[in-house]
């Protein structure tokens, strides 16, 4: 029943305008004047899987918000002059200036995908459609060379056609980072081509106890869970575990952020499914009130518990908005206990495999010693938790995260 309900919906609004509705959703205020400007679209401008550029993922359908499409002869002269009224937490968008250089895409390729996510964004479930646009976004990549590549689906790595054409790209352009947005579910052996094309690996969990995953993921934990420590085990791909809440899965949070911490992971992260907006706004309902403080209250202790043991691991725990609100990790509870002892303002991510070190290239960003650090992330307007003393990277390459959703 409900497969025949989706192929309804998806017969009478279509592809173009499911697209647009999912993407419209995390966009419809106005501009706030009092944040800083940037040039976001310059980082990691959006290519839709229908070929549409956008500044970021999460940054509307609307006509006003497309940057041009991939087969634009001009699409970096539109980039440029690009300057619509767009912000999120952090920023608001400016045009490029003549000396900033594009950092990179967050590609979007076909749909198709072995899960069958309950929130899924992209309405992936309902995909069955051929896609071929590889040739398009070759030409793209030869002429931009852009340091990174970030990629996802659907799920990039049961997609024959995109693994075999990001191969191509990695010989041609070695020097181009693949960073891959993944939901792990696939077989422990395929951990050697992730080592193959991948520096930076993000895998995304929906629920963390089986018939939570499952129900909500038509998945298995279990795999997610063994493809994640293969991968951390090896070392040589930085990887960040994430945490995608819901309503159904808020209350197992704090089990993930366990096992995430006793993997060491460069990064843990916590992004949020609009779980507000699904209870029904800033609800005083008791229940769902009481299950969020339950949460709220476990998560805390945990930090707090593990914090000198953690004290040499090099973990960043990212918390996108409105997840820090949500679960009231703010800077009151943080100088509280003694968890801000490290606090900055970062531009972006910056990897170095296998450990993490702040951007060198942010003037505001001071290292100093300390067991966690709470920083702001202008990029996304999230807040990171620096558990563990800064250490120095062993490698000299370093890797972007890309923080798609």
Known sequence: MLHRTRQVVKTLLGPQVLASIRRWRYDRSAPDPNLPERACHYDFPFVTHEGDVYPCCRSGGGEHHRIGSINDPDLM????????????????????????????????????????????????????????????????????????????????????????WLRDVKQRHPEIQLNLVTNGNVPIAWVDKVEELFSVVTVSFVGFQPETYENNMGLRVEHAKAFTEELLRRGSVAVAPKYLITPTAI?????????????????????DAQTVQRIGGNTED?????????????????????????????????????????????????????????????????????????????????????????CDFPLRGGRAIRVGRPIAPRSSGCARLGVAS
């Open 251 to 271: 209350h197992e949070i704090n089990p993930f952020l366990k096992w995430a911490l006793d993997l060491s992971p460069p990064q843990i992260h916590f992004f």
């Open 77 to 164: 002269d539109k980039m440029r002059r690009f300057s619509e009224p767009c912000s999120c937490h952090g920023y608001r968008l400016r045009s490029a200036r003549d000396d900033e250089r594009l950092r990179g895409f967050n590609i979007e390729f076909s749909l198709a995908c072995q899960a069958t996510c309950s929130v899924c964004c992209v309405d992936a479930p309902m995909w069955d459609q051929e896609w071929d646009r590889y040739e398009e976004l070759s030409r793209l990549i030869d002429e931009v060379r852009p340091e990174t590549l970030i990629v996802q689906g659907g799920e990039v790595l049961v997609q024959k056609e995109s693994m075999r």
């Open 286 to 374: 008791p229940f769902w009130k009481e299950t969020i403080e339950r949460t709220s209250r476990k998560l805390k202790s945990t930090l707090v518990r593990r914090r000198e043991e953690l004290q040499n691991n090099p973990t960043v725990i990212y918390l996108e908005p409105p997840v820090d609100e949500l679960l009231g990790i703010d800077d009151r509870f943080l100088a509280d206990q003694k968890l801000d002892q490290l606090c900055r303002r970062y531009t972006e991510l910056v990897w170095h495999m296998p450990e993490w070190e702040p951007n060198s290239r942010s003037a505001d960003c001071e290292v100093t010693d300390g067991l966690v650090a709470v």
